[in-house]
C-alpha cells in the first residue's frame, strides 16, 4: 500500500441519510460526527500524518438557520467529546476557514482545544466556514498589501509566494481527496492545493463511511500512477 501523508475527506450526504430513515437532518449531522471519530482511528492505524475535514462552507451560511445553529452546536459538543481522545493520540486540531464568522461560543471552544494540542505533529484539520476561492483571494489581499508596502516585488510572485500566503502555509498538498455520496465535484474545496490529489469518489454516505469504504479508497490510491504531468 502506497503510503499517504494527507487525506482529505468532502463528508457529504448526511442530509440523505437522515431522509432515508424519515429523520430529520440533524440526526444524520449528529451520525456524521460518529463517523469523524471512526475515520479518525482509520488514519491513525494507517500511519496518516493530516487528515482534513470539509466540515462547514463558506456557502453552507446560505441553509435554515436551525441547520446551521445545530451544526455548530454539535461542533462544540463534539469538540468536547473529542478532546480527551485528541491527547491520548497525540493530535493537533488546526481550524481553517473564516473562523471570524463563526459564532463566540464556538470560536471560543476551537481556539482553547487548538492551544491545548498545539504541540502535537499529527495534524486533524477542520474546514469551517471555509470556501476555496475564500482562501485565493485572502492569500491575494495578504500579497497586495506586502506589495503596497513596498515589501514585496510583484515580479517575483511566484507559486510558492501564493501557497506561503494560504490559511495553513505549512501543511503539504492532500494526496488523496475522498468524497462521500457520490457528487463529482469539489464544492469550493481546496482549489489550490487539489492541484494533483488523486480524486476518489464513494456512493457511500457519511454517516455510513466505515473501514471497508477506508480501506477501499486506500487500495485505489495506491493502484494509482501519479505522473504530475510528466511521462
Ligand atoms: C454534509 O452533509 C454536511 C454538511 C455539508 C454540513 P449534507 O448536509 O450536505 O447532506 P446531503 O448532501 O444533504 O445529503
Ligand atoms: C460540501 O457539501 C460541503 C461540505 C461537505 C462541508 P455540500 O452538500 O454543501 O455541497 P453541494 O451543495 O452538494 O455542492
Ligand atoms: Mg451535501
Same mark, same amino acid.
Given at each position: ?110 481556539? %482553547?482545544? $487548538?492551544? =491545548?494540542? /498545539? #504541540?502535537? @505533529?499529527?495534524?486533524?484539520? +477542520? ?5 476555496? %476561492?475564500? $482562501?485565493? =483571494?485572502? /492569500? #491575494?489581499? @495578504?500579497?497586495?498589501?506586502? +506589495? ?11 507559486? /510558492? ?71
Amino acid at each position: 500500500m502506497k503510503q499517504i501523508q494527507h487525506i482529505a475527506f468532502i463528508m457529504d450526504g448526511n442530509g440523505r441519510w437522515a431522509k432515508a430513515r424519515g429523520l430529520p437532518r440533524t440526526e444524520g449531522h449528529r451520525a456524521g460526527g460518529e463517523t469523524v471519530r471512526r475515520v479518525l482511528g482509520y488514519c491513525r492505524d494507517a500511519g496518516i500524518r493530516y487528515l482534513t475535514l470539509y466540515a462547514f462552507s463558506v456557502e453552507n451560511w446560505k441553509r435554515p438557520k436551525e441547520e446551521v445553529d445545530a451544526l455548530m452546536h454539535l461542533l462544540v459538543a463534539h469538540l468536547a467529546g473529542e478532546e480527551p481522545m485528541l491527547h491520548e493520540h497525540r493530535v493537533r486540531l488546526r481550524v481553517m476557514g473564516r473562523r471570524e464568522d463563526l459564532p463566540v461560543a464556538v470560536r471560543e471552544a476551537l481556539e %482553547r482545544v $487548538e492551544c =491545548a494540542t /498545539a #504541540a502535537y @505533529e499529527r495534524q486533524l484539520i +477542520v474546514c469551517l466556514s471555509y470556501g476555496g %476561492r475564500t $482562501e485565493i =483571494a485572502h /492569500a #491575494a489581499r @495578504e500579497i497586495a498589501r506586502l +506589495v503596497a508596502k513596498g515589501e514585496l516585488d510583484p515580479e517575483t510572485i511566484d507559486e /510558492a509566494t501564493v501557497a506561503r500566503h494560504l490559511y495553513l502555509p505549512d501543511v503539504p498538498d492532500p494526496d488523496l481527496i475522498v468524497r462521500t455520496s457520490g457528487e463529482l465535484r469539489l464544492s469550493n474545496f481546496l482549489l489550490w492545493q487539489a492541484s494533483y490529489a488523486e480524486l476518489y469518489v464513494t456512493p457511500t454516505l457519511w454517516p455510513d463511511f466505515g473501514e471497508a469504504d477506508f480501506q477501499a479508497a486506500l487500495s485505489a490510491f495506491s493502484a494509482r500512477e501519479r505522473r504530475y504531468g510528466a511521462l
